[in-house]
T-cell receptor, first 116, second 116 residues
């Protein structure tokens, strides 16, 4: 069965520091991969996605993520965190073809706090 | 254009009552999804509508849950005889046609349901 693991429930970083949020997935083939951000009281906003091709993908707000097939990982990175990045981040996978088209499997999320 | 909207934003109900949650997808989006987000958890897929096809109800947790969608417009999620474990944020998302782009889902702000 497909699953997504975000090992870090809560991370605190200082403003200006670099950030890496971990995501590992379990799936029989290469799935579609996503990172979403959820600010308090808001819906989810898509940060970036990987479908195919270049394994380093760029997203909005200065975020990037790298797909590593050998490690079944899709970690999210940002070189310099801003206070406004404080939010909850969700990694998600989608199955290629068949089944419930478009259904995403989400990790449990990583809450990011930013220290001034 | 307008994003996905949901109503009500908050709903408090007594155990045993029925509730209806509404979702207005982005105009032209043929796919619509309902997810449930319990406190501290990731998103749990409930149901998926795609055009005029039969909905995928595989994620509905019990027969107390049902959903309808009229054409490619509004959807309502109904929970009958609510239980305290139904307390969660219910998120609706919509997306364009199938294939990889189905996964670029646009989320509404959610309805926070509290069952007392």
């Amino acid at each position: 069965a497909q699953s997504v693991t975000q090992p870090d429930i809560h991370i605190t970083v200082s403003e200006g520091a670099s950030l890496e949020l971990r995501c590992n997935y379990s799936y029989g083939a290469t799935p579609y991969l996503f990172w979403y951000v959820q600010s308090p009281g808001q819906g989810l906003q898509l940060l970036l996605k990987y479908f195919s091709g270049d394994t380093l993908v760029q997203g909005i707000k200065g975020f990037e993520a790298e797909f590593k097939r050998s490690q079944s990982s899709f970690n999210l990175r940002k070189p310099s965190v801003h206070w406004s990045d404080a939010a909850e981040y969700f990694c998600a996978v989608g199955a290629r073809g068949g089944g419930s088209q478009g259904n995403l499997i989400f990790g449990k999320g990583t809450k990011l706090s930013v220290k001034p | 254009g307008a994003g996905v909207s949901q109503s009500p934003s908050n709903k408090v109900t007594e155990k045993g009552k029925d509730v209806e949650l509404r979702c207005d997808p982005i105009s032209g989006h043929t796919a619509l999804y309902w997810y449930r987000q319990r406190l501290g958890q990731g998103l749990e897929f409930l149901i998926y509508f795609q055009g005029n096809s039969a909905p995928d109800k595989s994620g509905l947790p019990s027969d107390r849950f049902s959903a309808e969608r009229t054409g490619e417009s509004v959807s309502t999620l109904t929970i009958q005889r609510t239980q305290q474990e139904d307390s969660a944020v219910y998120l609706c998302a919509s997306s364009l046609v199938g294939g990889g782009n189905s996964y670029e889902q646009y989320f509404g702000p959610g309805t926070r349901l509290t069952v007392t």
